[in-house]
């Protein structure tokens, strides 16, 4: 049976048309805000009144710096804790156009030795986990023109 | 005046004890009373630290250690802040002996903290942003504090050796302190041994988790006079400041700083990151520079961390941390000791209660009551932490 796809967290990012992460942006102020706000604007500067609306985020951005888990982390970060560890890399991403960093673990096979700050990376679409009918996909950074 | 008196300081030794947070907090609250030479029966009012993984649900933290204590009809009051309970329990207090509604105040923190990382609790909560750090990117604490430290390295040009040396320098003064629960010398190559938890920092370069407890009893100037105490220690600022927008430091637990998109040329205040705003606040308030500091107990939740602080409390410039620890300035004999206690790296973590001991710490150095690791002729010292979702903590005491 093929398992469905589903995000690991609804409205966040979209694969369609090429892999984006998803926020809100008040109609009110231009502020930017990620993961989504949909409710309200938490600039104390804004007017106010302004409707928030979904606006795709940049594409690329500058590693503002990296990390990695060489330990399992705790419930809830989904892992069988039959299977070995295997350490994942996580990144902290400085949006191009947005200005904000955005944290975000990085694909498979890339270790925090082919990382260094200031680099240039793309977010692009990831699996968190998977089970007997679903895959759950998120999003990771991918060093641009790095391995893939 | 903004002066609140330190009439009693106590603590529950810090260790893994394996018993109830609640007893912890009776032995330190027995301790401080005791310190202060009250009877429990005396104490108009008790604000507990509270502790959501120890205290909630079952116990809310204020009743818990008043019940233990025994119910006597004070005012009771209970705070969470994250790792800035204590201090946002002891403002509590402070503006009660301030408005006049108490002469003596008992502020209680103390928690058995579960070993290893510190998670959220069980359910799924995705409008829950601790949740959802750990759901989704498996993003623990320790992993916060790496990248800080790896930011730090390629900004500042700090290297592994430097965040060793805090250990180091910690460790030295905690061996000294009775109360702490690792009271041992450690070596650079012992931290240099010690397995990556996240890059770039080792098991030594992160606090563990504790049980531990700290109370401390405050009263009114004119009551401490009344009482025989002349000149105490005094509590004169208490900082419990939010982040300004935009934010633009990444921080616990988020998964994203805010834009600078919207804001223009910028408002004036988000100029000052959040963690310096923390003692900005406090020495405003206090009248108070850090160039008047004896001390500072600051919040090393890991080495690299520590030199941040150096910063945000203004002992240096941005990136000057790892030279000025390397002079030595700030290791017990230097011009301004930071964790005369040992800090967390001695003591670990037991969340309610370490903005309490940092002021207990900070009570004893300034009565000239700390041993071995006394720093001589001790006036003034800060003690400053942030908890998580924006709660700023910082505390100035004088003599
Ligand atoms: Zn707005």
């Given amino acids: 049976m093929e398992r469905t796809r589903k995000p690991a967290v609804p409205g966040w990012f979209t694969e369609e048309g090429g892999f984006r992460l998803l926020g809100t942006r008040c109609a009110a102020c231009a502020a930017v805000f990620f993961p989504r706000e949909d409710a309200y604007c938490r600039n104390p500067h804004c007017a106010g009144g302004g409707a928030m609306e979904e606006v795709p985020l940049s594409r690329r951005g500058r590693v503002w710096s990296y990390t990695d888990g060489r330990y399992r982390p705790p419930a809830p970060y989904p892992s069988d804790p039959g299977e070995p560890w295997e350490p994942y890399t996580l990144l902290a991403v400085e949006l191009e156009a947005e200005g904000m960093v ?18 240039e990376v793309e977010v692009v679409g990831g699996v968190l986990a998977e089970d007997a009918d679903t895959v759950w996909t998120t999003w990771c950074f991918r060093p641009v023109g790095g391995p893939a | 005046m ?8 106590g603590m529950h030794p810090w260790g893994k004890w394996g018993r109830s947070f609640v007893e912890y907090g009776r032995v330190a609250a027995r301790a401080a009373l ?17 502790t959501v993984r120890g205290g909630y649900p079952g116990h809310v933290a204020g009743a818990a250690f008043a019940r233990a204590l025994g119910w006597q009809g004070a005012r009771v009051a209970s ?5 800035a309970s204590g201090a ?21 923190g103390a928690d058995a903290a579960p070993k290893g990382f510190f998670a959220p609790a069980g359910g799924d909560r995705d409008d829950d942003p601790d949740w959802l750090r750990f759901r989704l990117l498996g993003a623990t604490n320790p992993a916060y504090f790496g990248l800080y430290a790896r930011r730090r390295m390629a900004v500042y040009g700090d290297t592994a050796e430097d965040f060793a040396r805090v250990k180091v320098k910690n460790a030295a003064a905690g061996a000294l302190n009775p109360l702490a629960r690792y009271r041992k010398a450690v070596t650079a190559g012992e931290v240099a ?6 890059d770039p920092l080792r098991l030594l370069d992160v ?4 049980d531990g407890g700290a109370a401390l009893v405050l009263g009114s100037m004119e009551f401490a006079r009344a009482r025989g105490a002349a000149d105490p220690v005094r509590i004169r600022a208490v900082s419990t400041v939010t982040p300004r927008y935009p934010r633009t430091v990444l921080d616990l637990p988020d998964i994203a700083t805010d834009s600078g998109c919207g804001t223009g040329p910028g408002p004036a205040g988000a100029a000052v990151p959040f963690r310096a705003s923390i003692a900005r606040a406090a020495y405003e308030e206090a009248g108070i520079g850090p160039e008047e500091l004896s001390l500072a107990e600051v919040y090393d939740l890991s080495t690299a961390l520590e030199l941040e602080w150096y910063e945000d409390i203004g002992l240096c410039g941005p990136g000057e941390g790892a030279a000025l620890l390397g002079k030595g300035a700030t290791a017990l004999g230097g011009r301004v000791p930071v964790n005369a206690s040992g800090g967390l790296a001695s003591f670990g973590e037991a969340v309610p209660a370490q ?45």
């Fill in chain 1, 102 to 119: 955005v944290l975000g673990q990085a694909v498979p096979g890339v270790g925090p030795a082919d990382l260094e700050v200031g680099m």
């Fill in chain 2, 207 to 210: 606090c563990a988790t504790s």
């Fill in chain 2, 193 to 198: 041994a010690s397995p990556v938890v996240a």
């Fill in chain 2, 34 to 50: 005791a310190d202060a030479g009250l009877e429990w029966r005396g104490v108009q009012s008790v604000v507990g630290a509270g």
């Fill in chain 2, 355 to 399: 903005a309490i001991a940092q002021v207990c710490e900070l009570t004893w150095q300034l009565r000239g009551a700390a041993g071995a690791r006394q720093v001589p002729g001790a006036r003034v010292g800060i003690a400053v932490n942030q908890g998580l979702f924006g709660h700023g903590s910082a505390i100035v005491a004088v003599r």
């Fill in chain 2, 79 to 83: 705070v969470y802040a994250a790792c």
């Fill in chain 2, 2 to 9: 903004t002066d609140v008196a330190v009439l009693g300081a």
């Fill in chain 2, 88 to 108: 946002h329990a002891v403002a509590a207090a402070r503006a009660q002996i301030l408005a006049g509604q108490a002469d003596a105040v008992l502020v209680v």
